[in-house]
């Protein structure tokens, strides 16, 4: 029943508050995600960690096609439920402060993708997944055009025809398993004991690999990224890099792993290489960009280049340091393009050139935002560290080589980092009577919770570990 | 089906609606009844009835549409609707066939009212072209129909579905070449029919001239009827020959969704692109055609709802749209969402269904059809069919980005009760049974 309560939740609220108006909308966006994140909680202080799934729920849908809805939680979607729960309040929070048009319409649509990405999260029955999988898309293509910047129109059409020719060849895939398997089951389990039918694995790993790679992206799957992430809103940007990334990474070891152990052990060194190749490839363009947004863009591939390399390891060390660097880089991430917003907002200045001493005027936000840089640059004692080494360790057992080439995510990601917060923040101030009011109170709020979680998880990531690791073994055998 | 002897033209259209409502219960009450009529002329199953209920719901949301489409046209109301319901009544003939006299009487009977209806707009050009041409090029099906019904009855001695199934039975392995070349022409025949490519030139032509209450039934019961009959043909009749044409469907399904999809990506007008939408469309259906020895009626009938659900909501907004705005292109929709919010919102739910996107009905009908068709060992053409939905997806955003993307026209749209009745119904039974698709899925 809990996974059908956290289901409910957000799809009310996304209904309730289409007939809400103004910042009655917004208030009670805050309300339902804080309701959320408290059942999240209370699912997560019950959940007994065994290895196998809990809350399950299990109805049949129809009897041909057999189609089945199967929902339960293990740790690992109990820690991207934890995520995507905790994100949401604070990326509704950050709109406070802000004028918006038609902000009950933003903020149904922001719910319905929570109701979407929770779905996700929680669904052990292939076709559900593959439906709440597309459920996610629509709310953020309409967030992202409605509300987004230059180009929208451009730039948003391709982000959802790219994403959705990866979810068709998904779809394909799954029609393959559901063809293959005697059953015409697509239940986890069922996937998960006999592994891929009979099907042709090399197949279905490509067509499952494509589909997660755009989303992740992987290079050279990522063109879609840069310009959606500059254009959309900043709420719609947090809930694309914090949480909708996840979903590939996530899916990755949900999906493609178990259901396809042969094709993947197969392919393994190309997805490897791939990953590695994207976190040098962005690295080295985040340090040439000139826009703050577009840096940030390709800072988060060259991140998420890494979980997925790590990932394609194959081993525990690898797993679970997906798992921890994706629970940070999401709250990373999202404060990062806080943070950028708000300089937007208060400068209306969108390049790293041309700002500085930003710190004299606004001391605070200059803090806080040296410490999510902190944790974004993978300093020890900061949530970064903890998934970058683990992950680092794990491409090593690999091959020396490429680790040597995925260390380098640590060294140019201090430097484009670094550079641009000494260029906009410190320094003396270029642009004459610049007016920057300090942290608003919702602000304040978003930073410092995103910060201290930063060094919580840093310094105490246990939890998480304890979390997923009966699962992640699993995985291995 | 007398309905036309009304004298009062403002009855008509309420008298007509209240009759088809009728008629409907009457039709439901038939179910699990399996009777046959006139010398087994005229058979009713189970199939027959479900797709008879699906062809006068259609038939009544668009009556309700005609009652604000024809105000300006008082004087021929009476004409139209009654054309209209004889389009029914050879769409009713199709689904209930037993023979293939009665399926050419169908046929006929639906095309005859509909060449007219093509060229109701007397005083348009466009309109005339559309009529003239429909009928030429229909005229060319139909001889072809009955020459192949004609060639099959030569080999086979009768036009009794099940007598030509038994003679092809029986006779399995010296079945005349006649029986062939008449199943060929029988097929080509029902290609045109149902726009499959390479027969589909008409279509666009005759979409895009018919006024549009016209266009929105020749796409949504038109191409339902000429559907059910095809799969009927196929299913029961073909069913032991059907090696021999399997090829050529494949090869037509495979051009259908190539021509279809790739034609709609360059349309401007709104019609014309249903039009190309409908001629793809009509390739997802042609898998079910390919797998009808499986009996995939379900699938079919699944699919036709969803489609129509989808296509008459469209409709439904762009005919107001179209009226105010004086023209025909997507730029109509132009800001739409700025005026009118809530109609915009609902043709971007109907653009999303025709794409295949969940959670409406249309995507799980997809999902039928391509599991069939893998199921029945057509990888590649599910694999393009799975392609071509993706191009699918450029050409119906368009709409959606016209109407939030680009400033607004100064058209105001008249606000209708019924056009609204029509709306939210479609989008409401739209996205119902793509949650609960249970009790349609399975109707069979």
Same mark, same amino acid.
């Given at each position: 029943?809990l996974?059908?309560?956290?289901?409910?939740?957000?799809?009310?609220?996304a209904?309730l508050?289409?007939?809400?108006?103004?910042?009655l909308s917004?208030?009670?966006a805050?309300?339902?995600t804080?309701?959320q994140?408290?059942?999240?909680?209370?699912?997560?202080t019950?959940?007994k960690?065994?290895?196998?799934?809990?809350?399950?729920?299990?109805?049949?849908?129809?009897?041909?096609?057999?189609?089945?809805i199967?929902?339960a939680?293990d740790?690992?979607?109990?820690?991207m439920?934890?995520l995507?729960?905790?994100?949401?309040?604070?990326?509704?929070?950050?709109?406070?402060?802000?004028?918006?048009?038609?902000?009950?319409?933003?903020y149904?649509?922001?719910?319905? $993708?929570?109701?979407?990405?929770?779905?996700?999260?929680?669904?052990?029955?292939?076709?559900?997944?593959?439906?709440?999988?597309?459920?996610?898309?629509i709310?953020?293509?309409f967030?992202?055009?409605?509300w987004?910047?230059?180009?929208?129109?451009?730039?948003?059409?391709?982000?959802?025809?790219y994403t959705l020719?990866?979810?068709?060849?998904?779809?394909?895939?799954?029609?393959?398993?559901y063809?293959?398997?005697p059953?015409?089951?697509?239940?986890?389990?069922?996937?998960?004991?006999?592994?891929?039918?009979?099907?042709?694995?090399?197949?279905?790993f490509?067509?499952?690999?494509i589909?997660f790679?755009?989303?992740?992206?992987?290079?050279?799957?990522?063109?879609?990224q840069?310009?959606?992430?500059?254009?959309?809103?900043?709420?719609?940007?947090?809930?694309l890099?914090?949480?909708?990334l996840? $979903?590939?990474?996530?899916?990755l070891?949900?999906?493609?792993i178990?259901?396809?152990p042969a094709?993947?052990?197969?392919?393994?060194y190309?997805?490897?290489?791939?990953?590695?190749?994207?976190?040098?490839?962005?690295?080295?363009i985040?340090?040439?960009? =000139?826009?703050?947004?577009?840096?940030l863009?390709?800072?988060s591939?060259?991140?998420v280049?890494?979980?997925?390399?790590?990932i394609?390891?194959?081993n525990?060390?690898?797993?679970q340091?997906?798992?921890?660097q994706?629970?940070?880089?999401?709250?990373?991430?999202?404060?990062?393009?806080?943070?950028?917003?708000?300089?937007?907002?208060?400068?209306?200045?969108?390049?790293i050139?041309?700002?500085?001493?930003?710190?004299?005027?606004?001391?605070?936000?200059?803090?806080w935002?040296?410490?999510?840089?902190?944790?974004?640059?993978?300093l020890?004692?900061?949530?970064?560290f903890?998934?970058?080494?683990?992950?680092?360790?794990s491409?090593?057992?690999?091959?020396?080589?490429?680790?040597?080439?995925?260390?380098?995510t640590i060294i140019?990601?201090?430097?484009?980092?670094?550079?641009?917060?000494q260029?906009?923040?410190?320094?003396?101030?270029?642009?004459?009577?610049?007016?920057?009011?300090?942290?608003?109170?919702?602000?304040?709020?978003?930073?410092?919770?995103?910060?201290?979680l930063?060094f919580?998880?840093?310094?105490?990531?246990? /939890?998480? $570990?304890?979390?997923t690791? /009966?699962?992640? =073994?699993?995985?291995?055998k | 089906?007398? !309905?036309e002897?009304?004298?009062v033209?403002?009855?008509?259209?309420?008298?007509?609606?209240?009759?088809?409502?009728?008629i409907?219960? !009457?039709?439901l009450?038939?179910?699990?009844?399996?009777?046959? &009529?006139?010398?087994?002329?005229?058979?009713?199953?189970?199939?027959?009835?479900?797709?008879?209920?699906?062809?006068?719901?259609v038939?009544?949301?668009?009556?309700? !549409?005609?009652?604000?489409?024809?105000?300006?046209?008082?004087?021929?109301?009476s004409?139209?609707?009654?054309?209209?319901?004889f389009?029914?009544?050879?769409?009713?003939?199709m689904?209930n066939?037993?023979?293939?006299?009665? !399926?050419?009487?169908?046929?006929?009977?639906?095309?005859?009212?509909?060449?007219?209806?093509?060229?109701?707009?007397?005083?348009?050009?466009?309109?005339?072209?559309?009529?003239?041409?429909?009928?030429?090029?229909?005229s060319?099906?139909?001889?072809?129909?009955?020459?192949?019904?004609?060639?099959?009855?030569?080999?086979?001695?009768s036009?009794?579905?099940?007598?030509?199934?038994?003679?092809?039975?029986?006779?399995?392995?010296?079945?005349?070449p006649?029986?062939?070349?008449?199943m060929?022409?029988?097929?080509?025949?029902?290609?045109?029919?149902?726009?499959?490519a390479?027969?589909?030139?008409?279509a666009?032509d005759?979409?895009?001239?018919?006024?549009?209450?016209?266009?929105?039934?020749?796409?949504?019961?038109?191409?339902i009827?000429?559907?059910?009959?095809?799969?009927?043909?196929?299913s029961?009749?073909?069913?032991?020959?059907?090696?021999?044409?399997?090829?050529?469907?494949?090869?037509?399904?495979?051009?259908?969704?190539?021509?279809?999809n790739?034609?709609?990506?360059?349309?401007?007008n709104?019609?014309?692109?249903?039009?190309?939408?409908?001629?793809?469309?009509?390739?997802?259906?042609?898998l079910?055609?390919?797998?009808?020895?499986?009996?995939?009626?379900?699938?079919?009938?699944?699919?036709?709802?969803a489609?129509a659900?989808?296509?008459?909501?469209?409709?439904?907004?762009?005919?107001?749209?179209?009226?105010?705005?004086?023209?025909e292109?997507?730029?109509?929709?132009?800001?739409?969402?700025?005026?009118?919010?809530?109609?915009?919102?609902?043709?971007?739910?109907?653009?999303?269904?025709?794409?295949?996107?969940?959670?409406?009905a249309g995507?799980?009908?997809?999902?039928?059809? &391509?599991?069939?068709?893998?199921?029945?060992d057509?990888?590649?053409?599910?694999?393009?069919a799975?392609?071509a939905?993706?191009?699918?997806?450029?050409?119906?955003?368009k709409v959606i980005?016209?109407?939030?993307?680009?400033?607004?026209?100064?058209?105001?749209?008249?606000?209708?009760?019924?056009?609204n009745?029509?709306?939210g119904?479609?989008?409401?039974?739209?996205?119902?049974f793509?949650?609960?698709?249970?009790?349609?899925?399975?109707?069979?």
């Open positions: 029943m996974s059908l309560t956290l289901l409910s939740i957000p799809l009310i609220a209904i508050l289409l007939f809400s108006r103004g910042n917004r208030n009670l805050l309300v339902f804080l309701v994140l408290v059942f999240t909680v209370y699912a997560y019950v959940f960690n065994e290895g196998s799934a809990a809350f399950e729920f299990l109805a049949n849908w129809s009897v041909k096609p057999v189609l089945n199967h929902f939680m740790g690992m979607s109990l820690v439920l934890m995507t729960n905790l994100l949401l309040p604070l990326i509704v929070l950050s709109g406070y402060n802000r004028e918006m048009e038609r902000p009950h319409v933003f149904s649509l922001m719910l319905f $993708m929570q109701f979407a990405l929770n779905g996700v999260f929680i669904s052990f029955d292939g076709f559900i997944y593959y439906i709440f999988w597309e459920l996610a898309l709310p953020i293509y967030i992202a055009f409605n987004g910047g230059e180009n929208r129109a451009k730039v948003t059409l391709k982000f959802f025809i020719a990866g979810s068709l060849l998904m779809l394909f895939a799954f029609l393959f398993l063809n293959g398997s059953a015409h089951s697509l239940d986890w389990s069922s996937l998960t004991n006999n592994p891929a039918c009979s099907c042709n694995q090399t197949w279905l490509w067509l499952f690999f589909a790679a755009i989303k992740i992206p992987i290079i050279p799957f990522h063109t879609w840069p310009d959606t992430y500059a254009t959309a809103p900043t709420q719609g940007t947090m809930l890099s914090g949480i909708m996840k $979903m590939g990474t996530y899916s070891l949900r999906w493609l178990p259901v396809v094709g993947v052990a197969e392919w393994q190309v997805a490897i290489t791939l990953s590695v190749i994207g976190i040098v490839y962005a690295s080295v985040a340090i040439m960009q =000139k826009d703050l947004k577009r840096l863009a390709y800072s591939i060259a991140h280049g890494l979980i997925s390399a790590g394609f390891t194959l525990l060390s690898g797993f340091g997906s798992m921890v994706m629970f940070a880089h999401g709250l990373n991430v999202v404060g990062l393009f806080y943070c950028a917003d708000i300089i937007l907002n208060r400068t209306k200045h969108h390049e050139e041309g700002l500085g001493g930003i710190r004299l005027i606004a001391p605070k936000f200059a803090t935002f040296m410490i999510v840089i902190l944790g974004s640059v993978a020890p004692l900061t949530n970064g903890v998934g970058e080494f683990m992950l680092l360790f491409v090593y057992q690999y091959n020396t080589w490429l680790a040597v080439f995925a260390g380098l140019l990601g201090a430097v484009y980092m670094l550079r641009m917060y260029k906009m923040v410190l320094g003396t101030a270029i642009k004459e009577n610049m007016v920057f009011p300090d942290l608003y109170w919702n602000e304040k709020i978003v930073l410092v919770t995103i910060g201290i930063i919580v998880m840093g310094i105490f990531p246990r /939890p998480i $570990m304890e979390l690791e /009966p699962v992640l =073994k699993n995985l291995i | 089906m007398v !309905l002897i009304f004298n033209r403002k009855l008509i259209v309420p008298a007509l609606v209240l009759g088809l409502a009728l409907f219960g !009457l039709n009450n038939d179910w699990n009844s399996n009777q046959s &009529f006139f010398n087994n002329m005229v058979r009713i199953d189970n199939f027959s009835v479900a797709f008879s209920g699906l062809a006068i719901f038939t009544l949301l668009i009556f309700i !549409l005609a009652t604000d489409y024809y105000t300006d046209d008082q004087n021929h109301i004409d139209y609707m009654a054309i209209l319901t389009i029914l009544v050879g769409a009713l003939m689904f066939y037993a023979n293939l006299t009665m !399926l050419f009487l169908g046929i006929e009977t639906l095309s005859i009212a509909l060449y007219v209806m093509a060229g109701s707009k007397r005083f348009d050009i466009r309109s005339n072209e559309a009529g003239f041409k429909y009928f030429l090029m229909g060319f099906a139909s001889g072809f129909l009955l020459f192949g019904i004609a060639l099959i009855y030569g080999a086979s001695g036009f009794d579905l099940s007598k030509i199934a038994d003679y092809t039975i029986q006779h399995q392995q010296n079945i005349s006649l029986f062939y070349t008449g060929f022409l029988v097929v080509f025949a029902m290609l045109f029919k149902v726009s499959a390479p027969f589909h030139f008409w666009p005759v979409y895009h001239g018919s006024p549009a209450l016209v266009t929105a039934y020749m796409s949504t019961l038109v191409k009827a000429a559907f059910a009959a095809f799969y009927k043909l196929m029961t009749t073909f069913f032991y020959a059907f090696e021999k044409v399997a090829p050529v469907l494949a090869i037509s399904a495979i051009i259908t969704l190539a021509v279809g790739l034609m709609a990506l360059a349309q401007t709104f019609k014309r692109l249903l039009a190309y939408s409908g001629i793809s469309h009509a390739g997802y259906l042609m079910i055609i390919l797998t009808a020895k499986n009996q995939t009626a379900g699938a079919l009938f699944y699919y036709s709802l489609y659900l989808s296509t008459l909501a469209a409709f439904a907004v762009a005919i107001p749209v179209f009226k105010a705005a004086k023209s292109d997507i730029s109509a929709f132009n800001g739409l969402a700025k005026k009118n919010p809530i109609h915009a919102a609902a043709l971007s739910m109907a653009m999303i269904g025709l794409a295949g996107i969940p959670p409406f995507f799980l009908g997809k999902y039928y059809i &391509f599991t069939e068709a893998l199921q029945s057509y990888f590649y053409t599910t694999l393009i799975i392609f939905s993706m191009i699918g997806v450029y050409y119906y955003f980005i016209a109407m939030y993307g680009q400033p607004a026209n100064e058209a105001k749209m008249e606000q209708s009760f019924n056009y009745l029509v709306l119904v479609c989008i409401v039974l739209s996205i119902l793509g949650i609960l698709p249970g009790p349609i899925l399975n109707i069979f």
